[in-house]
């Protein structure tokens, strides 16, 4: 009899896993929690602060979410995940949303069954070295030790670029970020590589930053952007347009500290992004200011990235090709209409 | 005094014993069964949901990417050509290297502490006690941790202030780098010496305990059995002309170049297994030998035999009734235990097939399946040879 009270309880245990595929904003919302997958720590993009509150470039976007559904930021509840384990833990349910610095790539999107909302970061993959070593182009590292951050692209393209350059590496390849790390500083490998945003954060974090030096070249297109399960569109429309408004925002010059009188602006596209005018948010199924509540939570996309990771804060990684496409950047999103 | 079990007329049948017994079983297997399919049923439903294919066809698609460093390459993956399945077997490989060699550095520190603890000596005994209390009782992740960031990565220099031994080995924080042997002509004949100096221990052997049944004679095997395991390879050595040339690693650029290379990962995993399965098997050890009880001892002084051929003959072949079955689960741990190599990066199957090809491909269904059944593999080879070997040591009971 006791094993057949364990047997209901398993078929009611996968059940309940079965049922979570469906309608993600109607699960999310009789949670009353967004489940966010974000990394292990990473400066900057998302990490505990020393009140173990999450903060960074990708979990204020795991609250814009949160404020776009439920009028509240702090909704939110932040599962680290590692580069191995992110996949999983969105396919299966785990999380409803990934916001981890992760690269949209063809077969992520297509054959791993996600969909890709955007863009929030456009990266490229970069090497650090120490300045003792005298490498001054990444075309001098024939030969040598490399660290690498497991689960990642950046394994493949390491690979692609040696074998185009007929260079050969010996890999370190580690779980985490912050053991990939112990092994650089302790000498482990002569070169450490990820994503250039990366690399920064990791640098300011290193002992004596100044004694570390990250090669021009960039080897690869690292577009990083949030993204969800395949087949549920609404939830898809929710978080791409969620990026969107972020971005319109800045564009608009709608902030944080100006956002309720926005509220009363003149610009038609302001009125409808905060809800003012038409319909958005109803056809997203969410309520008609939800754009208001998400640029009172976190502010613009500029506004979060100054906070996170501009030039006024230690990884000082500037706005580059991340500028609005009305600065010379490429950042871009479709009209609000 | 026969009792009569045939069920009477009025019983029905449901109440007869074995019928019931089987219909339990039968209701058991198929509610097994069910849960089976249940579980399988509802991950291909849940997988074709999420858009996910099955299938294995993945394994033939190249790899691309690095899953070794050149040094340490013992299957010859080529990351130009290699597929998902070259993965595998190097992880396969990298993961039997590290379980055998961790085996036998096992067994042997678990002998040495086990018999120390038994020591008379108080010092020898506490050296032994503390080292198995301490390591027992510390988790292996941190063990492993310890070894590799607190020693070899603390202790060990950095490639370019290499420690070398006699300039042709070299240690550093990487690995140690050591020279590979380049067969030349002749090498076979040399080959073939050394085994046919075994084949003549053997017989030599063979020969000295028929001498000795019949005569009572002994003769100095052991001795014997070196001077010819030493001897005869040596001299047809030189008579070939030492026909083997030594590819010696060379520090060129960032790294040393040339011979072999066993990493510091490797290094790490093997102390770190070593010594954490070394402790249980001491306790293995020690519980062995006192469970043969000193009369034993006793009766073999006063027949004549001298301390080293009591231990030898005596007491060893009776505490190993006692030691082998629970040693093999150290072996199985052992093994298993492997499999945290993710943790320094050693790229044993776990990290580099269900690591990386598994991000890499998504299909994780599959490898997860794979890495299950290689374990349950190895671990029931393990099993069945070490249940062969406790079946030629138990009492023969006549």
Same mark, same amino acid.
């Given at each position: 009899?006791k ?21 993600t904003l109607?699960?999310?919302k ?6 966010c ?5 990473l ?19 795991? #609250?814009?979410?949160s ?11 932040y ?7 992110r996949?999983?833990a ?13 690269t949209?790539?063809f ?19 970069g ?5 003792d ?11 040598a ?7 990642t692209t ?5 690979a ?6 007929n260079m050969?590496f010996?890999?370190v390849?580690?779980e985490?970020n912050?053991?990939? $790390?112990?092994?650089y ?9 990820t ?10 974090v ?10 021009p ?6 577009p990083?952007?949030?993204?969800? $399960? ?11 347009w ?16 100006n ?11 302001v ?11 109803e056809m ?11 640029i ?6 500029s506004?979060?990235?100054? #906070? ?10 500037a706005?580059g090709?991340?500028?609005?496409w ?5 950042l871009y999103?479709?009209?609000f209409? | ?34 849960? @089976?399919w ?12 999420r858009?996910l ?8 698609? @190249?790899?691309g990417f ?17 597929t ?12 039997l290297? @590290?379980?055998?060699?961790?085996i036998?550095l ?8 086990g018999?120390? $603890?038994?020591s008379?000596?108080i ?21 492993i941790?310890?070894? &590799?960031?607190?020693v ?15 300039e ?5 924080? $990487? ?9 030349q ?6 080959m073939?010496s050394?085994?046919i100096?075994?084949?003549a221990?053997?017989?030599?052997r063979r020969?000295?305990h ?5 005569t ?9 059995s ?10 047809v050595?030189f ?25 510091a990962?490797?290094l790490g995993?093997l ?27 006793e009766?073999a002084?006063?027949?004549g ?6 231990t030898r003959?005596?007491i060893?072949?009776q ?5 082998v ?24 199957l776990v990290?580099?097939f269900?690591?990386?090809s ?7 269904v599959?490898? @997860? ?5 290689? &374990?349950?593999?190895i ?5 069945a ?14």
């Open positions: 009899m094993y057949l009270k364990h047997l209901t309880a398993a078929a009611a245990v996968a059940l309940l896993s079965t049922a979570a595929g469906a309608a109607d699960d999310v009789s949670k009353g929690v967004l489940d997958g974000v990394t292990t720590g400066a900057g993009f998302a990490a505990p602060d020393d009140s173990g509150k999450w903060q960074g470039f990708d979990v204020d976007f795991c #609250r814009a979410v404020a776009a559904v439920f009028g509240n930021p702090d909704k939110v509840k599962t680290p995940t590692t580069g191995k384990t996949f999983t969105l396919q299966s349910g785990e999380v409803d949303l990934l916001a981890r610095n992760t949209w790539t077969s992520r999107d297509v054959d791993l069954g996600f969909e890709f909302v955007g863009v929030n970061y456009y990266d490229g993959q090497f650090m070295v120490r300045k070593l005298g490498v001054k182009s990444a075309t001098e590292l024939d030969g030790t490399v660290c690498i951050q497991t689960g950046t394994e493949l393209n390491l692609d670029y040696f074998r185009a350059n050969s010996s890999p390849v580690i985490t912050a053991e990939a $790390r112990a092994n500083e302790k000498g482990a490998c002569d070169v450490y590589t994503d250039r945003s990366g690399l920064a954060a990791t640098r300011v290193l002992p004596d930053p100044g004694a570390h030096v990250v090669l070249e960039i080897i690869s297109k690292e990083l952007g949030p993204l969800v $399960r395949h087949g549920d569109n609404q939830w898809g429309d929710i978080a791409r969620t990026l969107n408004a972020l971005v319109t925002a800045e564009e608009l010059g709608v902030t944080q500290a956002v309720d009188s926005m509220k009363s602006s003149k610009n038609p596209e009125r409808r992004l905060l809800g003012s005018e038409g319909s958005l948010g997203l199924g969410l309520s008609k200011d939800w754009g208001y509540h998400v009172k939570s976190v502010g613009n996309y506004e979060i990235y100054e #906070r996170h990771i501009g030039a006024n804060t230690p990884l000082g990684l706005r090709v991340n500028a609005l009305t600065s010379g950047g490429i999103s479709p009209p209409r | 005094m026969a009792v009569e079990v045939e069920s009477s007329p009025r019983t029905h049948w449901w109440n007869d014993e074995r019928i019931r017994a089987i219909l339990v079983q039968v209701l058991v297997v198929g509610l097994f069964a069910g849960f @089976i249940f579980i399988v049923d509802n991950t291909a439903i849940n997988m074709e949901k858009g294919k099955a299938g294995f066809g993945f394994m033939d698609d @190249i790899a690095q899953p070794t460093s050149p040094g340490f390459n013992i299957t010859n993956f080529d990351v130009n050509i290699s998902h399945s070259e993965v595998f077997f190097l992880g396969l490989v990298n993961t290297m @590290i379980a055998a060699v961790g036998v096992a067994t042997i520190v678990g002998f040495v502490f018999v120390m $603890r038994l008379d000596n010092l020898i005994k506490f050296v032994a006690a503390v080292y198995v209390e301490g390591t027992r009782n510390i988790p292996l992740l941190l063990q941790l310890a070894w &590799y960031l607190g070899i990565l603390a202790v060990f220099p950095a490639v370019r202030k290499s420690w070398d031994w006699g042709v080995i070299f240690f550093n924080n $990487r690995y140690i780098a050591f020279p590979s042997p380049i067969p002509s002749g090498f076979w004949i040399f073939a050394v085994a100096a075994i084949v221990v053997v017989f030599l020969w000295a028929q001498r000795q049944d019949a009572g004679q002994q003769f100095p095997v052991f001795w014997a070196v001077a010819i395991l030493i001897g005869l390879p040596t001299v050595w008579i070939t002309g030492q026909p083997l040339a030594w590819d010696v690693p060379e520090l060129k650029g960032f790294n040393y170049r040339g011979g072999g290379q066993l990493p990962s490797f995993m102390f770190a297994l070593t010594f954490y399965t070394g402790a249980f098997i001491a306790e293995n050890v020690r519980a062995g030998i006192q469970s043969v009880s000193h009369g034993q001892t009766a002084y006063a027949v035999l001298r301390p080293g051929t009591t003959l005596i060893i072949p505490a190993l009734r006692v030691i079955p629970p040693v093999t689960s150290q072996y199985l741990n052992l093994t298993k235990n492997s499999s945290l190599a993710i943790a320094i990066g050693y790229p044993d990290n580099i269900t690591g990386i598994l991000n890499q491909t998504g299909n994780a599959e490898i @997860i399946l794979m890495t299950m059944l290689v &374990y349950l593999t671990s029931l080879l393990i099993s040879y070490m249940n062969w070997y406790n079946k030629r040591v138990a009492l023969v009971e006549r």
